[in-house]
């Protein structure tokens, strides 16, 4: 059928259309404001789509049977109200991603922090196990080349967001996904333009363990305070792991191995196995534990768990190191929030002690930057350098100013210098002049602040680092 897609260019939306697209469906669609790599992935795929709303995008290409919804769209959007106009039916990106799997084994993966390594991990892991998993990521995995495919097997990965589905559709998107298996990382405050305190914010996480069924699995992690309150409301069989002792699946022994960890992995007492990863944080050695003991319950052998685990390169944008110019690293990552943030700058800190770690980071939205604000204050804690770029407005980009980055910056401590820049030009010339062989420039932002990373690279390759 003729399906359109409002808001196509985010990453969840762009991946579900090109999954349409891939089974056969005729597929159009509207963003605005997009930007790669989502823009060129659709137009590449020969997707027909316009970079502005207008209600006569709805049936410009043809009448569509379907119309689907990004949950970044705003209220009043003129392609939904012409939608309803016209009787079409219209439902959220989240909904239709149900519809499709519903006859897969649905994997969940949900929580504040973590749900798209650890996703990516289980996918590549029963793709090494030869079991060929559909998958929907919210961002491309190295190994698996793509943020979302159909694949041929039994299982359909899901990464799992709390946000509201839609604009006329509150539910968490994961409910949507109706979770066979799901695991739960940690509960950590976000998203405060629709959760205006943590207990709202917890409340959806109690709704999916509320959900689970007597035959469905929970895997959990009790490190996190949150999340052990909540394993007494699910009916589902439940496992727990953990690095601080008494779970079900522990990591003991967690040391840095190169450029990236090791750990010893145990299961009900008995040691399981040493996992090898390349990725850097005590935090992803818990990811790496986490889909050890989803893919082993999903029948892969623990031998091949752990080699393909040894084998994954990471997620795009997270921790991904984008080059290495006269000793100065370079790293790009996809942090937004302060548990992120503070992850991220400790996993640089311990990989390349004795160097420095210089920063970069863009708020995003002014009611995150603005709730969050004691948080954010102390996530930076060892940082040599911390430069702040303007907020990223994304979704709140017609509401009024609430906050600025100078006044994060007033309130930042542990850091030794902290600056505020108002381009991508200024910040990579900033940091560029301070970095010394040997440290690491970390760059923190969603919509990749103008290129920075490439700009910073640049800068370091035309002025020799002291």
Same mark, same amino acid.
Request: hydrophobic share 40%; proline share 4%.
């Given at each position: ?11 969840a ?9 891939q ?5 159009t ?43 970044q ?5 003129p ?19 149900g ?8 994997v969940v ?6 749900k ?27 190994d ?20 509201t589905?839609?604009?006329?559709d509150?539910?968490?998107k994961?409910?949507h996904?109706?979770p066979?298996?799901a ?8 998203h ?9 914010y917890?409340a959806?996480f ?29 009916r ?20 840095v191995d190169g ?9 009900e ?15 992803n050695?818990?990811?790496? *534990? /986490?889909?050890?003991a @989803?893919? !082993?319950?999903?029948? &892969?052998? +623990?031998?091949? #768990?752990?080699?393909?685990?040894? =084998? ?18 370079v790293?790009?990552?996809?942090a ?11 996993a ?40 702040l ?8 980009r017609h ?5 600025s980055?100078?006044? *994060? /910056?007033?309130?930042? @401590?542990? !850091?030794?210098?902290? &600056?505020? +820049?108002?381009? #991508?030009?200024?910040a990579?010339? =900033? ?7 040997g ?22 390759e ?5």
């Amino acid at each position: 059928m003729r399906i359109h897609f409002i808001g196509i260019c985010g990453y969840a939306v762009s991946g579900l259309a090109l999954i349409a697209r891939q089974l056969g469906h005729e597929v159009t669609g509207s963003d605005e404001d997009a930007y790669p790599p989502t823009t060129d992935l659709l137009t590449n795929a020969g997707i027909t789509w316009a970079d502005s709303h207008a209600a006569e995008n709805v049936t410009r290409w043809g009448r569509p049977e379907l119309v689907v919804q990004g949950n970044q769209v705003r209220a009043g959007n003129p392609e939904t109200e012409a939608a309803r106009a016209l009787g079409i039916r219209l439902i959220s990106e989240a909904e239709y991603w149900g519809e499709l799997t519903a006859d897969r084994f649905r994997v969940v993966i949900c929580g504040s922090a973590g749900k798209t390594t650890t996703s990516s991990l289980i996918a590549w892991i029963l793709r090494s196990a030869g079991r060929n998993p559909g998958f929907r990521l919210g961002m491309a995995a190295r190994d698996l080349g793509a943020a979302a495919a159909w694949g041929s097997g039994r299982e359909f990965v899901f990464e799992g967001d709390e946000y509201t589905s839609a604009v006329f559709d509150p539910r968490p998107k994961f409910l949507h996904f109706a979770p066979q298996l799901a695991v739960l990382t940690n509960i950590d405050w976000d998203h405060p333009d629709v959760f205006p305190d943590p207990a709202s914010y917890e409340a959806v996480f109690r709704q999916l363990v509320e959900y689970l069924g007597a035959e469905d699995r929970l895997i959990a992690c009790s490190d996190d305070p949150t999340v052990r309150r909540l394993l007494s409301r699910t009916r589902a069989q439940v496992e727990t792991y953990g690095l601080r002792g008494g779970a079900d699946w522990h990591g003991r022994d967690v040391t840095v191995d190169g450029e990236g960890m090791r750990f010893t992995a145990w299961h009900e007492g008995k040691v399981l196995a040493v996992v090898s990863t390349r990725l850097p944080g005590e935090h992803n050695a818990a990811n790496a *534990l /986490a889909a050890l003991a @989803t893919t !082993v319950r999903l029948g &892969v052998p +623990v031998s091949t #768990a752990v080699d393909a685990i040894g =084998r994954f390169h990471g997620v795009a944008r997270r921790f991904e190191v984008r080059g290495q110019v006269r000793g100065v690293t370079v790293i790009d990552d996809y942090a937004h929030n302060p548990a992120k943030v503070r992850a991220t700058l400790q996993a640089a800190q311990e990989r390349f002690r004795p160097g420095g770690v210089l920063a970069c980071f863009v708020p995003h939205t002014y009611s995150r930057t603005l709730s969050l604000m004691d948080a954010y204050a102390d996530a930076f804690q060892g940082c040599d350098l911390l430069v702040l770029g303007p907020i990223e407005a994304a979704r709140e980009r017609h509401l009024a100013h609430t906050v600025s980055s100078e006044d *994060l /910056a007033r309130r930042v @401590t542990g !850091v030794k210098e902290v &600056v505020t +820049v108002d381009s #991508a030009r200024a910040a990579a010339y =900033r940091l560029a002049s301070a970095a010394r062989p040997g440290d690491a420039i970390v760059l923190m932002s969603v919509r990749g602040f103008d290129d920075v990373v490439g700009k910073t690279l640049e800068v370091l390759e035309r002025s020799p680092v002291a």
